[in-house]
């Protein structure tokens, strides 16, 4: 079983920056891949990024590519949401994902999730 809970977010202002953390605990791989989501009211959850563990690969969704970076520190087994230049548009529930393997890339499915964060950006 893998553990995975989120924190850091927040409310801000458009064009700030926030950090969200993902503590990760339990059984992982290096073969695991971390992913951010995030779930809009009235939407449908969408896809943020994701972080491949093995090779630190990288890849994001369009409407945040340039502006949000994910990141690992093996130190405090915590996964990072680096979220610069923050929109209206941003606000949501961000989610903390684990896929134990896909052969997608980024994976399609995930095994494990948080609890979310909530992230509101005003303008």
């Known amino acids: 079983q893998v553990q995975l809970v989120e924190s850091g977010g927040g409310l801000v202002q458009a064009g700030g920056s926030l950090r969200l953390s993902c503590a990760v605990s339990?059984?992982?791989?290096?073969?695991?891949?971390m992913g951010w989501f995030r779930q809009a009211p009235g939407k449908e959850r969408e896809f943020v990024g994701a972080y491949r563990l093995s090779d630190m690969s990288t890849a994001y969704a369009d409407s945040v590519k340039g502006r949000f970076t994910i990141s690992r520190d093996n130190a405090k087994s915590t996964v990072t949401l680096q979220m610069n230049t923050l929109k209206p548009e941003d606000t949501a529930v961000y989610y903390c994902?684990?896929?134990?393997?896909?052969?997608?890339?980024?994976?399609?499915?995930?095994?494990?999730w948080g609890q979310g964060t909530q992230v509101t950006v005003s303008s």
């Open positions: 994902a684990a896929s134990s393997g896909s052969i997608n890339w980024p994976p399609r499915e995930y095994d494990y």
């Open positions: 339990g059984r992982t791989s290096i073969w695991y891949v």
